[in-house]
């Protein structure tokens, strides 16, 4: 059974930082791109970093380039998201999901190229 399970969210500063992952199981890693997702109150889910099935292709949404850097470890299974400098604005349910195409080498931010989403874990800044 495919599951994507997200942890390390949680409530923090303005400024302060997170370890966000997604442990996976039930299917092959290495075949596919992982992307994360956010959604905040009554706004559409966004895309904000994705990573390609080998790792040397990442895409950051503009409002999180040079604050957050996606990893991932295919022996353990595992998607990363390290946040820095988190913004009031960045608060929302974060979520990972799988590319749907495997055996691609890039990775889009766009929702709709992604299926089987996990449950989200809540990061909430604020002082």
């Known amino acids: 059974q495919l599951q994507l399970v997200e942890s390390g969210g949680g409530l923090v500063q303005p400024g302060g930082s997170l370890k966000l992952s997604c442990a996976t199981s039930g299917f092959t890693l290495d075949s596919y791109a992982i992307g994360w997702f956010r959604q905040a109150p009554q706004k559409e889910r966004e895309g904000v970093s994705c990573?390609?099935?080998?790792?040397?292709?990442?895409n950051h949404a503009d409002s999180v380039k040079g604050r957050f850097t996606i990893s991932r470890d295919n022996a353990k299974n595992t998607v990363y998201l390290q946040m820095n400098s988190l913004k009031p604005e960045d608060t929302a349910v974060y979520y990972c999901?799988?590319?749907?195409?495997?055996?691609?080498?890039?990775?889009?931010?766009?929702?709709?190229?992604?299926?089987?989403w996990g449950q989200g874990t809540q990061v909430t800044v604020s002082s």
């Open positions: 999901a799988v590319q749907r195409r495997p055996w691609v080498n890039t990775c889009t931010t766009s929702p709709r190229d992604y299926v089987y």
């Open positions: 990573i390609s099935r080998s790792g040397g292709f990442t």
